[in-house]
């Protein structure tokens, strides 16, 4: 028979695969573990010897120093299902169970699909030697070979793989794995081995609920503790978040501890909070709009508790998939249900904390945070890396903390937490052959933005209480002693300061004499004493003396008089300082908001001049070509259409920077005279503009009646751009679910208001109550920051109009749209 032409693999091809695939001991160890939990084991011991020998009698390789063992108790395997499957590179039987919905006997949808972990041994060691019995089954059996036969010169099926079965059981059901000629024994000892084992300790589940079953750890004969996150540290935290997500909803409840509020002010927090356990600042705060449904607990530990709740279809950037219908409709990539918890720590040991969590000292909570921190994903119960992996920061905590006004927010270091998935409900999420990370796909970045928006709104809530508790406690200053203008009051505080510290100098040299003369008074007095009759040597000795201690006294007196008056000014000083201080820190946090908004205007008053003076010169030499082109003979055609096309393009340019112009600062505070349907019609040009650029078909229709406002133009300008840009964005994300969608805006205008709605999902619910609120926004943090309805209302307060979103709600139940009130500005 003759061969018929076929493929072949060399032997070299498997082990530089596994090479590959499997990054570290680490990982190597994990994706063993996990075939052992996918055997239906109840355990996986774990033990790392560096310096012996397996026993002779039980290894066919006596000579390889040091060995790995991997022990179970899970179902097994016999003779038929080794040759069959475990020597077959990439099949798994593992892989057609979890397509047809399949699970173990226990119930476990099995986490291996590749058929790939076995090579995970060779990161281990030379050569690898398995002892397994099938549960009921007579005998066990042993494979051993070496991955020194996985050589260049040899085909895969030509590596010697022996098998031996034995109808005396060497064990009980389950699988033995020994790894021996250990290929990196330095990981496994000193500093190195630290790491591992802090890996390792992050990536087996250290929270009882995400740990499936048990795992243990010896190296060289000594268990290793891979440690637990238990209720009890978790209880010190200042914070503590619990999340879900199911159908399509994600829902957040969270605790607030009185600790959180310490900051670095313990005197404001002793004197505003602590005395009533923060109910009075909790009032306050619910006069204010938030983010969340917000309550009391009145427990004397917790400041609040809250909830939200929010739909993934209502958050911004948010991938879709096709509808499964058929139709040409696009479907929000749900990543299926999930659950989790973050727990935020003070680590400065603050004696609150400890007692709180009822330690005998800070030192335990801080060691452990240390070793665990960040928030980590677990699929049934095994991390997947690099997601909080040795504090990766995945969700980008670390920006949003070093950003202007985020000194509440959550800082990575400070936080333990972890998001639990399962193969069964999150088949989507699918993990990288090299096991670092998701695949990118619709589910896996629809699955990131869910999980980060819960430290936003944490973080947003937290910047909340913050800038409300500053206002609190500038009210509560201003009730103990108003504030006057402040150039007088720091000059009162100046000049009172001092004059105390020179009448403290006096004080403290007239204090030396008083003292000298009490002590020769009380000698003199003494002698008086054991002599009643004076004589008139001691007569004069006292007279003199009495002399002398009047005229100390007196100067003291009337020091001590001058002294209380000016410690009434003293204390009038330390009420200006402390009615001073929190009015600067509202006005350091409205700094530090609009630092970065000032240099943004400064860059674009520079670039519209600049333009403007590059923009001229470009229309005269666009036009000089023009010229040559056609009196060329021949003509020079494309000469001409590149001028025009360069007069068209510049013109396009000048029209958008045209439209910036009214709004900086040269231009802002000029008032005229504004016919509003001719402002409308402009800003209606320059969207058709932009909308051309961007590929974006919109329809922008503008009704109503004609009225004239005098105001600032660049703020009118402003106001309504917020608006339409923020209807464009909400637009685009519905126009990507549905292609026969079709975007409309609409502007109704009649003497003195204008509404301003549109056709797209209208605002959510969670957040319609506090949108004109700094940062509340449900866009990402790419997108957008939450501050443009905030700055057209601040526009409207300073022309004494108003901007509001009105009651009326769209056929999804959902308020849509905007009243901007201008009969302050109205004219005629």
Known sequence: MVDQPHFDVSAAVVRQLG???????????????????????????????????????????????????????????????????????????????????????????????????????????????????????????RVSFSWASFTDNRKLSDVPVSIETKTEPERAKGTLLAISGLRNPNVWEGSAADQLVTDLSQIISPFPEARPFLVTLKINGRPIDLGQVSQRVRSAAVGRFFFKFLEGQLTIDGEIRLAKLLGNDPDAFSALISRDHGRAFFDYLLKKPLPVSLHYPDDKVRFATFSYSVALSSLGDVDTIASANGDDRRVTADPGPFSG?????????????????????????????????????????????????????????????????????????????FVLISEENNSNLKEKTDREGFVSNPWSQNFQRLVMQIPKTVSDLYETIRRTFNEYRREIADKARPLGPTEKTVADASSVAERLASYTERAISLSGGAVSARERIQKVTDRIHKTPILSSAAERELSDLL????????????????????????????????????????????????????????????????????????????????????????????????????????????????????????????????????????????????????????????????????????????????????????????AKRDPNFRPEIVVEYEPYRLHVSDNGPGVEKSVEEALFEPFVTLKSKQQGRGLGLFINAQIMESIGGQITLLPDRNADGRRFIFEVDLASVGRG
């Open 547 to 734: 002399t002398e201690a009047n005229a100390a006294l007196e100067s003291s007196t009337a020091l001590f008089s001058e002294m209380e008056e000016y410690a009434v000014q003293a204390r009038a000083l330390a009420d200006i300082v402390g009615s001073l201080a929190p009015r600067l820190d509202v006005m350091s946090d409205q700094l530090n908001d609009f630092t970065e908004l000032a240099g943004l205007g400064l860059v674009a008053e520079t670039l519209s001049h600049e333009v403007q003076n590059q923009t001229d010169r470009l229309m005269q030499q666009a036009s000089g070509a023009i010229k040559k082109g056609q009196t060329a003979r021949p003509q020079n055609r494309d000469l001409v259409q590149f001028g025009q096309e360069v007069t068209s393009t510049v013109s396009a340019l000048r029209r958008l920077v045209g439209h910036l112009g009214p709004s900086l600062r040269y231009q802002r505070d000029k008032i005229e005279v504004i016919e509003i349907s001719s402002l409308l019609k402009e800003l209606k040009e320059h969207f058709k503009t932009r909308w051309e650029g961007d590929d974006f078909s919109c329809s922008l229709r503008l009704t109503g009646s004609n009225f004239d406002i005098e105001t600032n133009r660049g703020r009118m300008l402003q106001v309504l751009d917020n608006l339409l840009l923020n209807s464009e964005y909400w637009l685009k994300e519905t």
């Open 19 to 141: 090479e590959e695939l499997v990054s570290d001991e680490v990982t190597a160890i994990v994706e063993l573990v996990k075939n052992a939990y996918d055997a239906d084991a109840t355990y996986a011991n774990v033990a790392v010897n560096t310096k012996d020998f397996l026993p002779a009698a039980t290894t066919k390789y006596p000579n390889a120093r040091g060995f790995v063992t991997i022990e179970d108790d899970g179902f097994g395997m016999n003779e038929g299902e080794i040759k069959s499957g475990w020597l077959m590179i990439s099949l798994s039987t593992k892989r057609q169970m979890k397509s047809n919905g399949g699970k173990t006997p226990k119930g476990r949808t099995p986490l291996g699909d590749k058929g790939l972990g076995r090579l995970s041994t060779q990161k281990l060691g030379e050569n690898l030697e398995m002892v397994t019995r099938k549960d009921g089954s007579g005998g066990s059996s």
């Open 341 to 417: 918890e973050i727990d935020e720590f003070l680590l400065r040991h603050d004696p609150t904390t400890v007692k709180l969590a009822g330690l005998t000292n800070a030192n335990e909570v801080q060691k452990i945070v240390k070793r665990q921190a960040g928030i980590k994903v677990f699929r049934d119960g095994f991390g997947i890396r690099p997601y909080g992996i040795n504090g990766q920061d995945w969700l980008r905590l670390g920006a949003g903390w070093t950003s202007a006004g985020s000194y509440y927010g959550l800082r990575p270091q400070n936080v333990l937490g």
